[in-house]
């Protein structure tokens, strides 16, 4: 049974910085791509980042880019999210996902139950 726990959301003020960590369990963690999606209210599920199950390559949303680092380490069976240069729109529920392969994937058949990111002005 795959099982993952985002951590380290929060309520944070404009320009400032979170960490987003998902700790996997459950399956070989270094077999699959990860990814990070966020949902707000009324808004369509968006993927904000991808990472292959090495790390050797990410992809990231428009939105995003610059300003959000994904990364792991598969030793520590662990997803991480760098925010920096947060904003109101980055507000959203956000959610690490587990990929059905290694690489940058369009399927992901395992989520995590969200961690809240508020940004406030």
């Known amino acids: 049974q795959v099982q993952l726990v985002e951590s380290g959301g929060g309520l944070v003020q404009a320009g400032g910085s979170l960490r987003l960590s998902c700790a996997a369990s459950?399956?070989?963690?270094?077999?699959?791509?990860m990814a990070w999606f966020r949902q707000a209210p009324g808004k369509e599920r968006e993927r904000v980042a991808a990472?292959?199950?090495?790390?050797?390559?990410?992809l990231y949303a428009d939105s995003v880019k610059g300003r959000f680092t994904v990364s792991r380490d598969n030793a520590k069976k662990t997803l991480y999210l760098q925010m920096n240069s947060l904003n109101t729109e980055d507000t959203a529920a956000y959610y690490c996902?587990?990929?059905?392969?290694?690489?940058?994937?369009?399927?992901?058949?395992?989520w995590g139950q969200g961690t809240q990111v508020t940004v406030s002005t």
């Open positions: 990472i292959t199950r090495s790390g050797d390559s990410t």
């Open positions: 459950g399956r070989t963690f270094s077999y699959y791509g």
């Open positions: 996902a587990q990929s059905t392969y290694g690489g940058i994937a369009s399927k992901y058949d395992y």
